[in-house]
């Protein structure tokens, strides 16, 4: 079988980067071309220096028509890329973005071209996405969060409101730089941002809800800044009247066919995680609390790990091809 091409749009940022190291090791599939508006004509290992000795391949400018184009770009810029790029219908997409994750349709008049994408989520929409020519991937937040949730969302025992207190490492927003994002900021601090209002609740509704189908309690979502590079660790607590033996068997059967997703009995930390795909649970009852923690890698999991499990699937490949990661742990 010949191997899926792959082209890779945004690549000198830190999704495209991860992206192109996951693919440089998957058995069915090669990248064949990198795009970057800032860098095109210089090795791909001189930006991700990591690489040098694995990969020959330049940035280019125009991309050549390939089987998955991963769009790799900031918010808002993904529909932009494809009407000013008319790509070939028979290219599916997979945009890291979150431009069609709440609107799934994208049309332009001015290359005659239509796509509706789906949210690409295994865990939640695997039936409609090995189907699909065009995925939304979720946002890394609202992974751990709705992977924390589901179960109990789909089973109607998401009734109370929740708490939710999250913290993410610095490479969640990118390799641009802020005040916030500076090392004199970032390192030895911790501060909260968007509190109540970061703007992934807003799919995390829509997918919990079931298109507002079923009504939610209020998410109370606080993300955190952290002092580390890459990771999410967050806790959700709500009342829920489940025992927690019967929480853990509902979490259990829940994910038993999503290799990634898992239920640990060991109370968590982050490093468990951290370079892998894998999503972690850890469930506790204090009185009438159910406290759920959840961890992921939010550049693997979170963004392009996920990206390339949705691939797998929308190509019938085994979901884990090129995904057997090897963790820090410590
Ligand atoms: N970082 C995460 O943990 C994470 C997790 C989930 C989802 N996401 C989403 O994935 C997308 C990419 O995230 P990222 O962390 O890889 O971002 P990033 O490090 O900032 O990279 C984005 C890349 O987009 C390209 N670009 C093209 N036009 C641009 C413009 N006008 N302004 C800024 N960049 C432009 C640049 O690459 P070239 O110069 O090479 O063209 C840039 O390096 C975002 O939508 C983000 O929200 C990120």
Redesign the pocket.
Known sequence: MNKISCAIV???????GELFRILLNHPNAEVVAVQ????AGVPVSSVHRDLIGETELC?CDELPSTDVLFL????G?SADFLEKHPITPKTKVID???DFRLDPHFHSALNNSARTFVYGLPERFRDQIVKADNVANP??FATAIQLALLPLAQSRLLREEVHIHAITGS??A???LSETAHFSYRSNNISIYKPFTHQHLDEIHRSLSRDGKDPLPPLNFIPVRGDFTRGIFATLYTRCPLSEKEAKALYTGYYQHHPFTRLSEFTLSLKEVVNTNKCLLHIHKHNEYLLVTVILD??LK??SGQAVQNMNLMFGLDEKAGLYLKSVAF
């Open positions: 945004g690549g000198t940022g830190y999704t495209a970057s508006t800032s860098s940035f790799c770009l900031g918010h810029l890291l973005g979150n946002g890394c490479t969640g990118g390799r641009g939010n550049l979170g963004a």
